[in-house]
């Protein structure tokens, strides 16, 4: 009698296929948690797109290749993850065209996840880390929510008031180590 081994589920075999075709974007160009870089926002043919630049210059490295318009990334403070909004423009789903989603990216495997907010959550606007890169904070209106990174389930919930303070403040742009300016907007630019 022949024996057959047993077949792997067909999902493993997607997840394995998926996480074969990933590549870590910055790979060959910069060592992710050891190199400085930045995440920017610029134009691209199809939508906007994410890309990194070194402190030395050179070259911009493209992150995302998407047929969809890419904003606001959030690097986190090790450097191995950009949280980032995501928004398809379609004018044939006029109920969600526009609406941003929140998206990580893992930078040392190239590989991206979707952060789901409560189906009753106004639409997203701004992500951004704690200092210590635990908790991704996610403004939504007049709503903050956080979320566990990977490779915790991404579970939002809501800020409590008395942790308010700490996740605005995440939103800030500050200049300096320590921080000796924040960054507004002002007439149309930044002051």
Same mark, same amino acid.
């Given at each position: 009698?022949?024996? $057959?081994?047993? =077949?792997?589920p ?5 997840? &394995?296929?998926? =996480? ?5 974007? &910055?790979?060959? $160009?910069?060592?992710?948690?050891? *190199?400085a %870089?930045a995440?920017?926002v ?42 980032? &909004? ?11 065209a526009?609406?941003? #989603? ?6 040392? #495997?190239?590989?991206? $996840? ?5 189906q009753? =959550?106004?639409p997203?606007d701004? !992500?951004?880390?704690?200092? *210590?890169?635990?908790?991704? %904070?996610? $403004?939504?209106?007049? #709503? !903050? %929510?956080?979320? #566990? ?17 700490a996740?605005?403040? =995440? ?11 924040? !960054?507004?907007?002002? *007439?149309?630019? &930044?002051?």
């Amino acid at each position: 009698m022949r024996v $057959r081994p047993a =077949a792997a589920p067909a999902s493993a075999a997607v997840l &394995l296929l998926i =996480a074969a075709c990933s590549l870590p974007p &910055l790979r060959g $160009r910069a060592e992710v948690g050891t *190199d400085a %870089y930045a995440v920017f926002v610029a134009d691209a043919p199809a939508g906007s797109e994410l890309y990194a630049v070194l402190p030395d210059g050179g070259p911009p490295i493209q992150l995302t290749f998407s047929p969809v318009d890419e904003r606001v990334p959030a690097l986190s403070p090790d450097g191995a993850t950009v949280a980032f &909004l995501r928004v398809q423009h379609d004018e044939r789903l006029a109920a969600t065209a526009d609406r941003p #989603s929140v998206w990580l990216m893992n930078l040392l #495997s190239g590989v991206e $996840r979707e952060v789901k907010l409560p189906q009753d =959550a106004p639409p997203p606007d701004r !992500v951004a880390w704690s200092r *210590d890169g635990r908790m991704l %904070y996610v $403004r939504a209106g007049s #709503s !903050v %929510y956080q979320v #566990s990174p990977p490779p915790a389930e991404p579970e939002p919930t809501l800020v409590a008031p008395a942790g308010r303070t700490a996740a605005d403040s =995440a939103f800030a742009v500050l200049l300096g180590e320590p921080a000796f300016a924040r !960054v507004v907007p002002c *007439d149309g630019g &930044l002051c």
